[in-house]
């Protein structure tokens, strides 16, 4: 019996821990209050952070939860909010029906310029921006169809895809376009799956168009593979680095088969990486929602929690989770 009401006050116990922590994610916490929550956040790192990278069902591959869904776990374990990504089709239509659905939860999205958008096509762009809500926050760069992303898992340096430069080095016409859309709307451009050079030229292009809120896309992890130097010449251009807890799970001992032919990159190289450049500069995400993968709100947990113990202090996770990630969407960091 005795045994039987413990476990009833640990169940009890456990929906007040998720009922506050819902409720942080509902309000709108000023800097005071949020400061005043570190036992919390000791218990639950995810108070007040943001996922900038989640996959996410309805989609052409299995993904692990829905939009809802996601942004139901995300609402119950306290996030701010979370940037949902799909590699065919725009996101920032469901993120404004998810809001209607899921409140308490800043949810957002964007455009991936693979073929099925017509690549690297401005009037899709354009068309993302205004559509309602204002949930379109971030235009990325080709994934799978990048002429990169495909030389990379072909090994064929030939097999075609979507180039962002030409022969010297420049960007192409329409990536400018729309990279001026990106700057006069003031969101984020991220640089997807293209490979290094493409990616510091996409940066200072950026740059020279007046685009505030550069990302680039998981900068360690494949197929990008950026050096350290490489990584601080965006960062010296005014680009925040991405780092995914996804890369900390492949790698040729990876449990799922598709995954083996990624770069296996480890919490201490993430660690090694931030220290180098500044938690300043970052910005972590989970790049989860595959099938048989961690949910996104595990995976970002358990990146945290390594994190913290490669010796990243509680600041530097601050910076990364939760303040960049604001400035980045054009909120006000807590």
């Known amino acids: ?97 998810v809001r209607q659905v899921v409140s308490g939860v800043e949810v957002f999205g964007g455009i991936t310029l693979n073929g099925s958008v017509g690549g690297l096509n401005p009037v899709a762009v354009d068309n993302m921006i205004k ?56 969101i984020i451009f991220a640089t997807g799956h293209v490979s290094p050079r493409e990616v510091l030229a996409s940066v200072k292009a950026a740059k020279e168009v007046g685009a505030r809120r550069v990302l680039v896309t998981h900068a360690l992890q494949s197929p990008g593979e950026l050096s350290l130097d490489d990584i601080k010449r965006c960062v010296e251009m005014g680009a925040f680095i991405e780092h995914v807890y996804l890369a900390t799970l492949m790698g040729p001992k990876a449990h799922l088969e598709w995954m083996r032919g990624w770069r296996y990159v480890s919490i201490e190289m993430y660690a090694q990486t931030i220290k180098a450049i500044g938690a300043q500069h970052c910005v972590l995400s989970s790049d989860l929602g595959q099938y048989l993968n961690p949910t996104p709100t595990d995976g970002l947990k358990e990146f945290i929690l390594a994190l913290v113990k490669q010796g990243i202090t509680n600041e530097e996770i601050n910076w990364m989770a939760r303040k960049n990630p604001a400035r980045l969407l054009g909120l006000e960091p807590l």
């Open 1 to 97: 019996m005795a045994k039987y009401f413990e476990g009833k006050r640990n169940e009890m116990s456990r929906r007040s821990f998720l009922k506050i922590t819902g409720l942080l994610g509902a309000l709108t916490m000023s800097g005071k209050a949020f400061a005043q929550m570190p036992t919390l956040i000791a218990a639950n790192p995810l108070i007040g952070t943001f996922d900038m990278h989640v996959h996410a069902a309805p989609d052409v591959a299995s993904r692990t939860v829905h939009d809802i869904e996601l942004a139901q776990k995300a609402k119950e374990m306290g996030m701010r909010g979370i940037v949902t990504k799909n590699h065919e089709f725009i996101t920032n239509d469901r993120a404004y029906l």
């Open 131 to 186: 559509f309602t809500g204002g949930c379109g926050k971030i235009v990325w760069l080709p994934t799978h169809d990048a002429a990169h992303h495909k030389a990379f898992f072909t090994k064929k340096p030939d097999a075609g895809g979507i180039r962002v430069i030409d022969g010297s080095g420049n960007v192409v016409p329409e990536l400018k376009k729309i990279l001026e859309l990106v700057s006069k709307a003031d």
